[in-house]
């Protein structure tokens, strides 16, 4: 039995399809199969299903399959998505229809989250793409935050990255922050000039940059890289930078942020296969 919401979401698909000038069919009959709406655009057909009851993943890839046989892109849109699919898949579109207050929106794994009409259209129109790996935005952003010295009590500024994000909106993660380790992203001889370049002009002047060299720790009886007093030069120790970082995660305590394009590979591409839709920017993997 078809449910409003069902219903509604066939309407809208409809609707969305015809808004571009692409003809589409509600109840299409294939062989073997009936699509909830099928889109025509130009030699390429796509089905959109709309799946409100549950249905098992083995079940929608042996129907996916009967799209597939006749040459149809099947597109599934899941109330509650099948338990069983942990990895998302190229032969198999699936996404969550969610509906709130404010209509029904398609989300693409909690990456975003867009209108219908706006999925059906950019999908229709490949906008959405399957691309295999995971590639950072070439955007830093640097958060300052304030350090006042052990030493002689001069007021300093160090700062962190802020997490890096794909054109999808998929966090990145990184492995190169160690504590007490000299190849930190965050101090990358380029990443360390923008940010002094950044401090003598007019928006940055109020930071107080701390100092970043070579030093020795008696904590870990050895040296790397770190950041420093700019008056006394005495060690910021990387566990006291660490929890000056993590209590602004948690409230205040953001002196300033910057943040600028990067001419340079980031090095963070992860093979990651996802639906991928970018925006105004460019796929994962183009």
Not at 16 to 31: D, H, M, T, V
Request: one cysteine or more.
């Amino acid at each position: 039995m078809m449910t409003l919401l069902h219903q509604r979401a066939q309407k809208e698909i409809l609707a969305a399809c015809e808004a571009i000038g692409i003809p589409a069919q509600l109840e299409y009959r294939g062989k073997g199969y009936r699509s909830d709406v099928m889109a025509f655009n130009g030699n390429k057909k796509t089905a959109f299903e709309i799946q409100i009851t549950r249905q098992t993943l083995g079940q929608t890839q042996k129907r996916q399959e009967k799209f597939i046989n006749d040459g149809v892109t099947g597109c599934w849109l899941f109330e509650k998505e099948p338990s069983k699919q942990h990895e998302e898949l190229e032969q198999l579109p699936i996404f969550q229809l969610i509906y709130d207050l404010n209509g029904l929106f398609v989300s693409l794994k909690g990456r975003k989250k867009l209108p219908i009409s706006t999925f059906v259209q950019d999908f229709l129109n490949d906008k959405i793409k399957f691309c295999r790996t995971l590639n950072p935005l070439p955007i830093i952003t640097v958060k300052f935050v304030e350090m006042k010295c052990w030493k002689c009590g001069t007021i300093n500024h160090i700062y962190y990255l802020a997490p890096f994000h794909s054109a999808c909106n998929t966090e990145i993660i990184r492995h190169d922050e160690q504590m007490w380790a000299d190849a930190k992203f965050s101090m990358h001889p380029k990443i360390v000039q923008r940010i002094k370049e950044y401090t003598h002009t007019e928006e940055g002047k109020k930071i107080n940059l701390a100092t970043i060299k070579q030093r020795f720790s008696r904590t870990i009886g050895a040296s790397y890289k770190s950041f420093g007093c700019s008056k006394c030069d005495s060690i910021f120790g990387d566990w006291f930078v660490h929890e000056a970082m993590i209590d602004t995660w948690y409230g205040e305590g953001i002196a300033d942020t910057y943040s600028f394009p990067v001419d340079f590979d980031l090095n963070m591409r992860q093979n990651i296969p996802h639906w991928c839709h970018p925006g105004e920017h460019n796929f994962c993997e183009c």
